[in-house]
């Protein structure tokens, strides 16, 4: 599998930081071209690779950690998503329930990406949380994953284990995913599993 | 607000250990009658009271921790349930929900209770986990809380946490509630929230 994060703020930057602490490379782009990430990179070491937005959408796994209203941006850059997993690692601040149509806020991002499974996970905690070594406390922070697309459910559940997190599948959107959602009651918890 | 305890197998017992700990008064009561549980109380100490079936339904919160066919039993002794909050800290041991009609195991329960709050919790660790200290390696060990009516839930959350848990609504059964039920995806969790 191949990954890429797009978008290097606080999330993005995050999610770089435990690619390389878990040694999986990743591409990294944004929209301001990779020279923009060069820093980041040379900081977090050879796991970390700056693209070009248009080569970061080649990986096979896209994770989107951009302010929730650009993922559309980053949606028409392709016009067919299909074989690829978006995983959506957006929250909605800001964003009112009437812009999302009463909608769960990844079944909207999944409208916009044809094709694509898209799985919500590395969404639910605070930047700086997310960033810190997951083993923790005599275990593993848990990080909640979800999709509609139970394969690629599970092969995320992999890539946030590797990352070293506890992975705990909530299935789907309309089941577990909800309450992964603004405002649900398994958001910004710092949860460690014991075991 | 007081509360009793049905059933005395593992989850009963292990329950009956929290409360003896937290210092929250709880009466106990099985089928076989308070004689049957002098020994556990006497062990656990004046928190613990064994009681009858009849004491322990008088309780405002009613925690069933019986074998989940023996809930029937239970429910018939009392004809009208309102006013009751029923804490289903039982297991529905089946992959089919078939035998139940469709239902989640605790909205099965619901309809057995006509009137009562009914609220999912405790049914989700093993006893031996269950039963031991929830405060620990910085943080307290997590209890989901689960069901259909928000003032029950919330008077359940507080419980739990008297009881040293970190308690965590996922609101109606037909949301949250679901992960709860037997081998769903937040059951048999051992996890330990920290922070607030």
């Not at chain 2, 039963?131 to 910085?138: I, Y």
């Amino acid at each position: 599998m191949t990954y890429s994060i797009i978008g290097s703020g606080n999330v993005g930057t995050a999610l770089a930081r435990q690619f390389a602490r878990g040694g999986i490379t990743v591409g990294i782009a944004n929209t301001r071209g990779p020279d923009s990430i060069a820093p980041l990179a040379q900081e977090l070491g050879d796991k970390v690779v700056p693209l070009t937005l248009e080569e970061a959408l080649q990986a096979e796994v896209v994770i989107l950690a951009v302010p929730f209203r650009a993922h559309t941006t980053v949606a028409s850059a392709l016009s067919n998503w299909a074989g690829k997993v978006v995983v959506d690692a957006m929250n909605t601040y800001g964003v009112s329930p009437e812009e999302l149509a009463g909608r769960a806020s990844t079944d909207v991002v999944a409208a916009a990406f044809p094709g694509a499974k898209v799985v919500k996970t590395l969404n639910q905690l605070p930047a700086k949380l997310l960033a810190q070594d997951p083993a923790a406390n005599g275990g593993r922070r848990v990080m909640f994953v979800s999709s509609n697309d139970e394969g690629a459910q599970a092969s995320m559940a992999k890539l946030v284990g590797d990352l070293g997190f506890a992975p705990v599948m909530l299935g789907k959107v309309s089941e577990g995913g909800m309450l992964i959602g603004m405002g649900g009651p398994l958001i910004l918890q710092n949860l460690i599993k014991q075991g | 607000m007081n509360y009793s305890i049905i059933g005395s197998g593992h989850v009963g017992k292990a329950l009956a250990q929290r409360f003896a700990r937290s210092g929250v008064p709880v009466t106990i009561a099985n089928t076989r009658g308070p004689e049957s549980l002098a020994a556990l109380a006497l062990e656990l100490g004046p928190a613990v009271i064994a009681g009858s079936l009849q004491d322990a339904l008088a309780a405002d919160i009613i925690i069933l921790a019986v074998p989940f066919a023996a809930h029937q039993d239970v429910a018939r002794t009392i004809a009208d349930w309102r006013g009751k909050i029923v804490i289903d800290a039982m297991n529905f041991r089946e992959p089919s929900l078939a035998p139940l009609g469709g239902l989640q195991s605790s909205d099965f329960v619901a309809q057995s209770l006509p009137g009562a709050k009914v609220v999912k919790t405790f049914n989700q660790l093993p006893a031996a986990l269950l039963a031991s200290e929830p405060v620990g390696r910085g943080g307290r060990r997590v209890m989901f809380v689960a069901g259909n009516h928000d003032d029950a839930n919330s008077e359940v959350a507080s419980l739990v946490g008297s009881l040293g848990f970190a308690a965590i609504t996922l609101g109606r059964v037909d949301e949250g509630g679901n992960l709860l039920r037997f081998r769903g995806p937040l059951v048999l969790h051992n996890f330990i929230k920290l922070g607030n």
